[in-house]
């Protein structure tokens, strides 16, 4: 008998251990939850504590989903938060925030997992210091019943708006990039949604019309839909402004201004600057892609990373500065180097701007060959230096850039020196090529290129190649005119913010048909990749 009874315990305990296993494996719980044989129902009429949640949910009609055929999930607070809370009776969404369908057990409470709760709006869980939060409300303790989960959080949720919706409703002091992004919004009707009603005199249906909002941003950023997550990275008016207005001051130690076209290509930056597809908490990286491929560098532009704003389906921060990258808004950097005949002073007084050795002669203006564009410019002009075809000293002419500009007091033309941005470049030039000698060519005193063959028509002769007016516009560009001409190489402009420099053209050889003369026809920068 005293076997038979250890025999009847040690089965009990092994049915035990299995329904342990088989309810943490049907209901994916490892023992965290606490298990009742009650419905969600019962649980609220026996727990007196979560009273005005339950009230609430009444007073909304919210109650009637507690005794369907279903399973939810319920995110409760207790009477103390509920009263911190201060929820107007009528509230139903923010109650709707708070139920969802299926049992979300604790187990399944994972970092990251987004829910969808009754109101269609999504709420996020999150792990932080070995707790687990629903939103920001921290997860105190979770019931599993008959007909769903209970879990009591801290706090009773705001409902987190769509990003869409958000920047949508963006105050005046955020309307430039509101306006920017929400001008092209467009009313689509929804076919497939719409409900005929009957048809018209000329037999066409008539629809109980539905439509849709649609936004060509919507292509690359659907930033409106509950089912992707994205960063939004938002500047403010002030932080527009301050940007177009470093802009405007960069352009004029350019001698440029500012063209429509410019701040149009500057707002096209930003809006695709802005968006990034998934949730970014790690700024670590020196360069993050956007959505649209655009380049944000961290070392350069500055958001304020302590106070991100979380939506429904992502994250906002908000821009404290921000820059166009040079790259972006700099096509090229462009002068040609017979200005030298501009200047106020006269050859050999010069030598303060461009700096001549081994010349045979003085320095003059060549007007060469005719242009494919005779209404801007009927002939190339060129600078032309000479050297001593019988020695062997250093012959070379040595200059600054050089901007062209009308005097407002005589009406005539002068020039003076232009900075530019400080970063990496590449460099062009070009020549009259014909005959021209081989030359060497340096940057602030470091050789970019040796024995540059410049006799060759292509790519030397004047700018005819490289992103000429055609290649940029095929309808209405001309060909052969106004491009970058031979690449020479990458070169530095070193400093912070804005800085000049100084291109040297010095003789290599004779070409085998020329003389020991050259003709310089012009010089450009184009910013690479790198200079931001």
């Known amino acids: 008998m005293k076997k038979t009874y250890y025999f009847l315990v040690g089965i009990i305990l092994l049915l035990s251990s299995c329904n342990e296993k088989w309810a943490s494996y049907y209901f994916g719980t490892s023992g965290t939850d606490e298990q009742l044989d009650m419905t969600l129902v019962e649980y609220f009429n026996t727990h007196p504590e ?32 509920m009263d911190a809370a201060n929820v107007p009776d009528n509230d139903t969404l923010r109650m709707q925030y708070h139920l969802n369908y299926l049992p979300f057990l604790k187990s399944d409470l994972i970092n990251g997992l987004r829910i969808r709760s009754l109101n269609g709006i999504y709420f996020q869980i999150t792990e932080k210091d070995n707790a687990l939060y629903a939103n920001s409300s921290e997860i105190l303790s979770s019931v599993r019943l008959k007909n769903g989960e209970i879990h009591e959080i ?55 019309s539905v439509f849709y909002v649609y936004n060509p941003l919507f292509q690359t950023v659907q ?25 405007q001051s960069t352009y004029a130690k350019m001698g440029k201004t500012v063209a429509q076209s410019d701040s149009a290509l500057a707002m096209t930056w930003i809006k695709q600057a802005m968006f990034y597809n998934g949730e970014i908490t790690d700024f670590s990286p020196t360069d993050i892609r956007s959505a649209f491929g655009n380049v944000w560098r961290t070392t350069v532009q500055q958001i304020d990373l302590n106070n991100p704003e979380p939506m429904s389906n992502g994250l906002v921060y908000k821009i404290t500065k921000m ?56 002939n190339y002009i060129v600078l032309q230096v000479s050297g001593n075809p019988d020695t062997n ?53 470091v050789m970019v290129a040796q024995n540059i063959q410049a006799s060759l028509s ?22 052969k005119w106004d491009g970058l001409g031979g690449l020479v190489g990458v070169v530095h402009v070193d400093g912070n913010g804005m800085a000049s420099f100084k291109i040297k053209v010095e003789f290599s050889k004779i070409e085998a048909s020329g003389k020991k003369t050259m003709q310089i026809y012009h010089w450009a920068l184009k910013p690479t990749a790198n200079n931001y």
Request: glycine share 4%; with cysteine.
């Open 50 to 81: 979560y009273s005005k949640f339950y009230d609430m949910l009444k007073k909304t009609g919210l109650d009637k989903e507690l005794t369907k055929d279903q399973q939810l999930t319920i995110w409760v607070v207790n009477n103390q938060a």
């Open 154 to 208: 801290s706090a009773l949720m705001k409902s987190r708006i769509n990003i869409y919706e958000y920047l949508k409703n963006l105050g005046d002091d955020y309307s430039i990039i509101r306006d920017s992004i929400f001008r092209y919004n467009v009313d689509m009707f929804d076919k497939t949604n719409s409900i005929p009603i009957g048809v018209d005199k000329t037999g066409n249906t008539v629809y109980d």
């Open 223 to 247: 930033f409106n839909s509950e089912f992707q997550q994205f960063t939004v990275l938002l500047p403010s008016n002030a932080v527009i402004d301050s940007c177009f207005s470093t802009l």
């Open 323 to 378: 820059k166009i990258p040079n790259n972006v808004i700099i096509s090229r950097i462009k002068s040609l180097v017979e200005y030298w005949e501009y200047q106020d002073k006269v050859y050999p007084d010069t030598a303060d701007l461009y700096t001549f050795k081994g010349l045979v002669g003085s320095p003059s203006v060549f007007v060469g060959d005719a242009t494919p564009k005779p209404s801007i410019l009927p």
């Open 393 to 445: 000293d250093e012959f070379s002419v040595e200059f600054p850039p050089l901007e062209r500009y009308t005097s407002p007091d005589d009406g005539k033309y002068h020039v003076r020196v232009m900075q530019v941005p400080t970063g990496e470049y590449n460099l062009y030039m070009g020549f009259r090529s014909s005959a021209h000698p081989y030359v060497n060519v340096y940057f602030n005193g």
């Open 458 to 479: 292509t790519p030397w002769n004047y700018d005819r190649v490289t992103e000429t007016s055609y290649d940029l516009n095929p309808i209405n560009g001309t060909k």
